[in-house]
């Protein structure tokens, strides 16, 4: 790939995944929920996500942020002490990519640069620098 338009960590789950792990964990740390971590390069090709999977652009058949019932609100804004992290008003919405590997269609939900104070990301950053390169029928 060429040179890197953004690196970040990231955590990631598929939506199989999502839908099996609900632990009360999850409302403390991603990783109870997310069991893939690593480091995110973009590129203007596509993304690498380091220990899980490269995925080229003209893979993707859906890019999104947005909340659904395998990861809500009420889940990114999560619990520090006996509050809920500022993420559950603004900013905390995975980043959910659709693609097909292999002939077999994906869904997975990101995290990317989560901040454990906030629940805060950085997906809507990675959002609008993928989207410049990307075809509109995908968004």
Request: proline share 4%; glycine share 8%.
């Amino acid at each position: 790939m060429s040179e890197p338009l953004f690196t970040g960590k990231y955590f990631a789950a598929y939506a199989e995944e999502l839908a099996e792990k609900k632990s009360l964990l999850g409302f403390v740390h991603p990783s109870f929920r997310f069991p893939h971590k690593g480091e995110i390069v973009i590129s203007k090709e596509g993304l690498i996500l380091t220990n899980l999977e490269e995925i080229k652009f003209n893979e993707l058949s859906k890019i999104s942020l947005h909340y659904d019932s395998l990861y809500n609100r009420f889940w990114a804004g999560g619990i520090v002490g006996q509050y809920p992290r500022l993420a559950f008003l603004c900013r905390g919405e995975p980043l959910v990519l659709e693609f097909t590997k292999n002939g077999t269609r994906k869904r997975l939900y990101l995290l990317i640069n989560w901040r454990f104070f906030t629940g805060f990301t950085d997906n809507r950053l990675v959002y609008e620098i993928m989207t410049q390169f990307l075809n509109p029928e995908v968004l």
